[in-house]
């Protein structure tokens, strides 16, 4: 059984951080490039950062950079999303996604096979 399951979202006010968890289970996702996307109401889920395998190689999207990291623990399992300066256009449900594959288009929806049920995150101005 595979299982990507969030954790770690809430109500937070703007120039707050948080910390999204997801935990994988049932696969080797040691090896896999974990990612975080994020959709917001009305709008299509798009990419936030990406981790590689190894945790050596970090991705982020221009609109986060500076201000969420992305990490993973040394078992490789559990992928970290550290959101700092929060603002109300992060205002989503949050999900994170394993590719088996890794590679150079961790921004691209599609090449993640396994995906959580997501966690909200809103943001109040």
């Known amino acids: 059984q595979v299982q990507v399951v969030e954790s770690g979202g809430g109500l937070v006010q703007a120039g707050d951080s948080l910390r999204l968890s997801c935990a994988a289970s049932?696969?080797?996702?040691?090896?896999?490039?974990m990612g975080w996307f994020r959709q917001a109401p009305g709008k299509e889920r798009e990419f936030v950062a990406a981790?590689?395998?190894?945790?050596?190689?970090?991705y982020y999207a221009d609109s986060v950079k500076g201000r969420f990291t992305i990490s993973r623990d040394n078992g490789g399992t559990t992928v970290y999303l550290q959101m700092n300066s929060l603002k109300p256009e992060d205002t989503a449900v949050y999900y994170c996604?394993?590719?088996?594959?890794?590679?150079?288009?961790?921004?691209?929806?599609?090449?993640?096979?396994?995906w959580g049920q997501g966690t909200q995150v809103t943001v109040s101005s």
């Open positions: 981790i590689s395998w190894s945790g050596a190689s970090t």
């Open positions: 996604a394993a590719d088996p594959w890794g590679g150079s288009h961790y921004y691209t929806l599609q090449n993640y096979d396994y």
């Open positions: 049932g696969r080797t996702f040691s090896s896999y490039q």
